[in-house]
Each structure stands twice: as C-alpha cells, then as structure tokens.
C-alpha cells in the first residue's frame, strides 16, 4: 500500500472525464483499509469501485481510495439454494459469470452491467425485471467512525427503485466491504417477459431457456443498444425512469397518448425515461465533445475529451428541457462529483 499524488483518474471512471486525485492509493484487504482511514493527515477520503457511476466535474482534493479487495465464496448451500459471499472490489459481470459457470441462478439478468460488486446495493443495481434486493442476502460495511464491520439484512438497506440505505442516511458513513446473495442451485426462477429477452432468445433458437441462455439474451440485447465505455466513454443508464401517479399518467396521455408505461402499484407508474428524452429531440444530439448516444436515450456519451462540468450542465438542460414538456422531473442515477 502506497500513497501516491497528483495521479489521472481518467482509467478510473467509465465516462472517461480527465480529472486528478490529489492523494490516491489502492487497497487489495480489509486490513490496508482500515490503516488508511487510520492516518490523520487524510481526514477526508472518497472510496472508488469500479467508476461506473460517477461523472467527474472537477479535481479531487482528498485521499481517493481504490477498493480492490478481491475473493468470491460459497457461505452455505442446500439442495435448493446457495449463499454466495463476493468482495467489494470485484467486477460485477465477472461476478455473475462466476455464478453461472457454478448454475447459480438469479443474477442472469443483471448480467453486463459496469461497475464492482461493492456498489451495487448501494443503488439497488437492476435490469430486465430484476433487482439487487431481489437476490440480496446482506452485506458488510466498514463504519467509518468506529473502524468496525457491520452487517445489513435486506430489510436494513431500506431498497427502493435505484435507492437505498446507503444513498440517504447512511450515505457517507460506511464503505461496503462484501456483499452477500440468495442463490438458486434447482428450479430456477427465469424472468424473460421484459424488454426483448424473448424476442432476442427466438432468435437465438432457444425455446426451453437456461440461466445461461437468458444471459447470453441480455448480453447481446445491451451490447446492441448501449456503447462500450472502452470505445466511448459513458455511465450506461444516466437518469432514472420517473414514477409518477395514475392522474399524472392520464394527463400525460391526453398530450401524448402514444406514451408508454409500467404498472409500479394501483397508484403509480414508470415512465420510460429514455422514452421521454427522444421525445423532447434529444437521442443521437452530438455537441461535439459528448452527447445522447445514437441507439439508446438514456445514455449520455463522451466521445472523446469531454469535460465532466460540460456533461453535467447537458443533463441540467435534458432534464428542464423533460419538465417544460411533459411536466415530469428526471433524477440523475448517476453521482456528480
């Protein structure tokens, strides 16, 4: 473990923004975290995973620390089901390719998207109809105050759509350190009815799907809508799909009566952000430096040397742009740092 000084994050962040770490180390155990946040002279730290849900708008002045600690374990099994226990610092699609090499169902969907395990519930990762809290089991947090491990049960995290625990009153307090997943070993549950996946598994000749096969549909349905952040530098999904009331929805479509849906309760539905934003004209707009990518909506893009103070501003712009039409408001999923 060594500190080091003025050092680019740009290989750390997926959308590629050319920021510096002031102070900057890697740590690959619990051991050389905990000595870290033991040294006085860096008072303030920021913890980075994978970097796949940040967008850098300026410098960073305090100690950044690399979270690599590493290690994938099989806690407890029994005929039907697993308890699988996954490091903070590993990459999330290893992860799930790890578990369906051993047929551990119910990460399938979640297959592909960036970033390390140790984020994940943090936002309550999810996709296709799948979520974190759907297979969460718990995870340990390092408390920053006490220098001690904690446990959080599903029901601690407090889940919500893109939301949790973590991002609210526990938002600064902790650094998730493992976290831990209810697997099934038979009769797995497959989730196929959302977006494309059984259009895609038709295409691929499959009538009787595996985990696998229902991986492989996810992959190669992200792949073809959303870009490499190798090839061009993004956060995937940039806001979230706005929940709005039933009466809102109804005063949408008397406006918009082509706009789509999906039942969140009796009371309330999702509206396809991405829907909303190639609406408003935004898809594919290139202001040169970065943009809207060209096949999906909801991903804002770098395409080379953007600033990350440029792109913030641009989502400011979608987002006023989204409420002057439609009256609905658009999170960020993303964190602006």
Same mark, same amino acid.
Do not use: C, W
């Given at each position: 473990?060594?500190?080091?000084?003025?050092?680019? +994050?740009?290989?750390?962040?997926?959308?590629?923004?050319? !920021?510096? !770490?002031?102070?900057?180390?890697?740590?690959s155990t619990l051991e050389d975290l905990v000595a870290v946040l033991h040294l006085e002279q860096y008072p303030e730290i920021f913890i980075l995973g994978g970097g796949s849900n940040i967008l850098l708008t300026k410098d960073l002045d305090t100690l950044v620390v690399l979270n690599q600690i590493k290690g994938i374990e099989i806690v407890s099994e029994s005929d039907n089901e697993v308890i699988v226990k996954a490091n903070a610092g590993e990459n999330w699609h290893n992860f799930v390719l790890w578990c +369906?090499?051993?047929? =551990?169902?119910?990460?399938?969907? +979640?297959?592909?998207?960036?970033?390390?395990?140790?984020?994940?519930p943090i936002q309550n990762i999810g996709a296709y109809g799948v979520e974190l809290k759907d297979v969460f089991y718990s995870c340990? !947090?390092?408390?920053?105050?006490?220098?001690?491990?904690?446990?959080? %049960?599903?029901a601690d995290c407090k889940f919500g759509y893109r939301n949790s625990i973590f991002k609210h009153e526990a938002k600064g307090k902790y650094i998730i350190t493992s976290v831990s997943f209810r697997l099934s070993k038979t009769n797995h549950t497959l989730h196929t009815n959302y977006g494309a996946?059984? /259009?895609?598994?038709?295409?691929?000749?499959? /009538?009787?799907?595996?985990?696998?096969?229902? /991986?492989?549909?996810?992959?190669?349905?992200? %792949?073809? @809508?959303?870009?490499?952040? @190798?090839?061009m530098g993004n956060s995937g999904s940039f806001f979230k799909n706005p929940v709005i009331s039933t009466q809102e929805y109804n005063a949408l479509l008397a406006q918009f009566p082509e706009a789509p849906c999906y039942k969140v309760s009796d009371n309330e539905v999702k509206v396809p952000a991405g829907w909303l934003i190639e609406k408003a004209g935004f898809k594919g707009k290139n202001m040169g430096q970065y943009g809207v990518h060209k096949n999906q909506a909801l991903v804002l893009v770098n395409y080379g040397n953007a600033k990350g103070e440029d792109i913030?501003?641009? /989502?400011?712009?979608?987002? @006023?742009?989204?409420?002057?039409? =439609?009256?609905?408001?658009? &999170?960020? &999923?993303?964190?602006?740092?």
């Open positions: 473990m060594q500190i080091q000084h003025n050092i680019a +994050l740009k290989p750390y962040n997926t959308f590629g923004i050319d !920021a510096v !770490a002031k102070h900057f180390v890697a740590v +369906l090499d051993q047929d =551990f169902g119910g990460l399938e969907n +979640l297959s592909l998207i960036p970033g390390n395990v140790g984020t994940s340990e !947090a390092l408390n920053l105050q006490t220098k001690k491990i904690e446990t959080f %049960n599903n996946i059984t /259009s895609e598994l038709e295409s691929l000749g499959v /009538s009787n799907p595996t985990i696998q096969d229902v /991986s492989k549909a996810v992959i190669n349905i992200r %792949n073809s @809508k959303l870009p490499n952040p @190798k090839d913030f501003k641009f /989502s400011q712009l979608i987002q @006023k742009t989204i409420l002057r039409i =439609f009256n609905i408001h658009i &999170e960020s &999923e993303v964190n602006i740092l």
